[in-house]
């Protein structure tokens, strides 16, 4: 399943504030908005409303209870404003519609007012005896119909509907233009804001994400080694205290590395001094072996099993001694390359045919494979497969070569039970010894160790699989023309 996209620390903040921005300038200038637009119509509708009461009061005493045609155009005539049309009814069997003097149409060009546009139920409330009015949108104009009954006073005082109705529009075209224009004005306010929040959250992310770039910098840079790498404390907030704790932290990690650096440099350097003070008392310990092994077939049998036994520690400790300083060598830097053209069938041949593996190993080694390395190392890092493979794998063993224009590739397989998983990615370690069925019960625990060293001082490489069937195998590669050594000779 593919990953979804993770937007940056900086798209997260700009999109926050954005955010935050657009809602808080909808709210604002909506709530601005609404109310505007209410005090508008509010303040057009209350004006109408006054405006038609005073007209009415010009029309009492009612000259009749029950007008005609004529009366009701006189009522219209008095009734109108010169601002807006007029209807006037009668129990729905007379009316009369009037536009304003002189015929113009109401201002904004409104339609003129005819019983048909008044809603049905501003009708019904005007008829009950109560002045009422209503906003209404007709040929897609705004308008606000005002109705009012007239009413008749009885000598008691008391008054009765007498069933005229008088009708009175007000075009809201100039209030409507207004409030579009509150509107847009709000509109630009919010984009307004949005561009200043963007720029708000550009340079708030620009002081944010600068001392975490500094950070992740200085943070790979510890890592590839640079111990000495600190990073600018700026001012007392939390990212300062962030830069404060990270430099707190290089600190104690430059001095521990050091100490382990030195602790390192300490162990090897007595490790080789060791090593090569040796190798002196070992020489006289090796010819007093080899005198005790010639003569321990004609001494007792207690006699001869331990002059075999001291003959065989000697040499296990004279082995040991140069794989350490071997392997002091590598880790001082200075060990290096003899290079010759070699063939390299032939080398794999010598390696076994010197050690007496000819009979047990099965080879497969195309011939006029040359490449340009080092013999006697080499030497040691297939002596050293092919031994392993002997005393700890099954038989068959087996050399196979294999080239290409640029690589040469040596597998060495037996067939034994192989290597547990657990034991793989430990089997080049210095001196480890696995307790698994390929496990190690004799040797230095340097071998593999010294055989990785010499693949890797060639720029090779050496490691090992277990095959599907069974068995370990090792495949060193390397170059068919490995660099200059650039050390002295050992």
């Given at each position: 399943?593919?990953?979804?996209?993770?937007?940056?620390?900086?798209?997260?903040?700009?999109?926050?504030?954005?955010?935050?921005?657009?809602?808080?300038?909808?709210?604002?200038?909506?709530?601005?908005?609404?109310?505007?637009?209410?005090?508008?119509?509010?303040?057009?509708?209350?004006?109408?409303?006054?405006?038609?009461?005073?007209?009415?009061?010009?029309?009492?005493?009612l000259?009749?209870?029950?007008?005609?045609?004529?009366?009701?155009?006189?009522?219209?005539?008095?009734?109108?404003?010169?601002?807006?049309?007029?209807?006037?009814?009668?129990?729905?069997?007379?009316?009369?519609?009037?536009?304003?003097?002189?015929?113009?149409?109401?201002?904004?060009?409104?339609?003129?007012?005819?019983?048909?546009?008044?809603?049905?139920?501003?009708?019904?409330?005007?008829?009950g005896?109560?002045?009422?009015?209503?906003?209404?949108?007709?040929?897609?104009?705004?308008?606000l119909?005002?109705?009012?009954?007239?009413?008749?006073?009885?000598?008691?005082?008391?008054?009765?509907?007498?069933?005229?109705e008088?009708?009175?529009?007000?075009?809201?075209?100039?209030?409507?233009?207004?409030?579009?224009?509150?509107?847009?004005?709000?509109?630009?306010?919010?984009?307004?804001?949005?561009?200043?929040?963007?720029?708000?959250?550009?340079?708030?992310?620009?002081?944010?994400?600068?001392?975490?770039?500094?950070?992740?910098?200085?943070?790979?840079?510890?890592?590839?080694?640079?111990?000495?790498?600190?990073?600018?404390?700026?001012?007392?907030?939390?990212?300062?205290?962030?830069?404060?704790?990270?430099?707190?932290?290089?600190?104690?990690?430059?001095r521990?590395?050091?100490?382990?650096?030195?602790?390192?440099?300490?162990?090897?350097?007595?490790?080789?001094?060791?090593?090569?003070?040796?190798?002196?008392?070992?020489?006289?310990?090796?010819?007093?072996?080899?005198?005790?092994?010639?003569?321990?077939?004609?001494?007792?049998?207690?006699?001869?099993?331990?002059?075999?036994?001291?003959?065989?520690?000697?040499?296990?400790?004279?082995?040991l001694?140069?794989?350490?300083?071997?392997?002091?060598?590598?880790?001082?830097?200075?060990?290096?390359?003899?290079?010759?053209?070699?063939?390299?069938?032939?080398?794999?041949?010598?390696?076994?045919?010197?050690?007496?593996?000819?009979?047990?190993?099965?080879?497969?080694?195309?011939?006029?494979?040359?490449?340009?390395?080092?013999?006697?190392?080499?030497?040691?890092?297939?002596?050293?497969?092919?031994?392993?493979?002997?005393?700890?794998?099954?038989?068959?063993?087996?050399?196979?070569?294999?080239?290409?224009?640029?690589?040469?590739?040596?597998?060495v397989?037996?067939?034994?039970?192989?290597?547990?998983?657990?034991?793989?990615?430990?089997?080049?370690?210095?001196f480890?010894?696995?307790?698994?069925?390929?496990?190690?019960?004799?040797?230095?625990?340097?071998?593999?160790?010294?055989?990785?060293?010499?693949?890797?001082?060639?720029?090779?490489?050496?490691t090992?699989?277990?095959a599907?069937d069974?068995?370990?195998?090792?495949?060193?590669?390397?170059?068919?023309?490995?660099?200059?050594?650039?050390?002295?000779?050992?």
């Amino acid at each position: 399943m593919t990953p979804r996209p993770v937007l940056g620390l900086r798209a997260r903040l700009l999109f926050a504030f954005a955010l935050l921005c657009v809602v808080t300038a909808a709210a604002v200038a909506g709530a601005i908005y609404v109310e505007a637009r209410n005090a508008i119509l509010q303040r057009a509708q209350d004006a109408a409303v006054q405006a038609m009461r005073t007209r009415m009061e010009a029309l009492f005493p009612l000259e009749t209870a029950t007008p005609g045609p004529a009366e009701l155009d006189d009522i219209v005539r008095i009734v109108t404003d010169g601002n807006g049309p007029v209807v006037a009814v009668y129990h729905e069997a007379h009316s009369v519609t009037r536009p304003p003097p002189g015929g113009r149409r109401p201002p904004g060009g409104g339609p003129i007012l005819t019983p048909e546009v008044i809603p049905s139920g501003l009708r019904r409330v005007v008829a009950g005896g109560d002045m009422a009015w209503q906003r209404v949108v007709w040929q897609g104009q705004p308008i606000l119909i005002i109705g009012s009954p007239l009413l008749i006073a009885e000598p008691d005082r008391t008054t009765r509907v007498s069933g005229i109705e008088i009708y009175t529009a007000r075009n809201l075209l100039p209030e409507q233009h207004s409030i579009d224009r509150l509107a847009a004005f709000a509109w630009l306010t919010g984009g307004a804001a949005l561009a200043f929040a963007v720029v708000l959250a550009l340079l708030a992310t620009r002081g944010v994400l600068r001392p975490v770039r500094e950070l992740g910098r200085a943070a790979r840079l510890l890592g590839k080694g640079e111990m000495r790498t600190r990073i600018e404390v700026r001012g007392s907030d939390e990212l300062a205290d962030v830069a404060r704790t990270f430099n707190t932290t290089a600190a104690e990690l430059e001095r521990h590395v050091r100490q382990l650096r030195e602790m390192e440099a300490d162990a090897r350097r007595f490790v080789a001094d060791v090593s090569h003070e040796l190798r002196t008392p070992l020489a006289a310990l090796a010819a007093v072996a080899d005198i005790l092994d010639e003569e321990a077939t004609r001494l007792p049998e207690p006699a001869g099993r331990a002059a075999r036994l001291v003959s065989q520690e000697t040499l296990n400790l004279t082995g040991l001694v140069n794989d350490l300083i071997e392997i002091s060598r590598f880790d001082s830097g200075v060990a290096a390359l003899a290079l010759n053209e070699i063939d390299v069938a032939e080398l794999v041949r010598a390696t076994l045919r010197t050690r007496g593996w000819t009979e047990p190993v099965h080879t497969e080694l195309p011939p006029g494979v040359t490449a340009r390395l080092d013999p006697r190392r080499v030497d040691v890092i297939l002596a050293n497969l092919v031994g392993n493979a002997l005393r700890h794998g099954e038989p068959p063993v087996s050399v196979r070569l294999s080239a290409d224009p640029h690589w040469i590739a040596l597998e060495v397989r037996d067939h034994g039970p192989g290597l547990d998983e657990a034991v793989l990615p430990h089997v080049f370690d210095r001196f480890y010894k696995a307790s698994a069925s390929r496990a190690r019960s004799e040797g230095s625990g340097l071998g593999l160790a010294i055989a990785r060293e010499n693949a890797r001082l060639h720029r090779g490489d050496l490691t090992v699989t277990n095959a599907p069937d069974g068995g370990a195998v090792f495949t060193l590669r390397l170059p068919r023309r490995a660099p200059d050594p650039d050390g002295g000779p050992e």
